[in-house]
């Protein structure tokens, strides 16, 4: 029974990875990246801040 699910997820898997064209997996990765890029903007502006008022009062 074990391997008939295994064989079911292949499926559905292989099934959605052939629905993808290549616009559709340029959209999702663009969502992806715009999402962890505005947290590396935002962290990196507060860390920066942070390490330019410690160096400038040094």
Same mark, same amino acid.
Not at 17 to 40: A, D, F, R, S, Y
């Given at each position: 029974? /074990?391997?008939?699910? &295994?064989?079911?997820?292949? !499926?559905?898997? $292989? $099934?959605? @990875? $052939?629905?993808? !064209?290549?616009? @559709? &997996?340029?959209?999702?990765?663009?969502?992806?990246?715009?999402?962890?890029? /505005?947290?590396? &903007? &935002?962290?990196?502006?507060?860390? /920066?801040?942070?390490? /330019? =008022?410690?160096? $400038?009062? =040094?």
């Amino acid at each position: 029974i /074990g391997q008939d699910i &295994v064989s079911k997820i292949e !499926t559905i898997i $292989n $099934n959605r @990875l $052939n629905e993808l !064209t290549p616009q @559709l &997996v340029k959209e999702i990765v663009k969502k992806i990246i715009k999402v962890h890029l /505005g947290w590396l &903007v &935002v962290w990196g502006g507060i860390f /920066g801040g942070i390490l /330019g =008022a410690i160096f $400038n009062f =040094a």
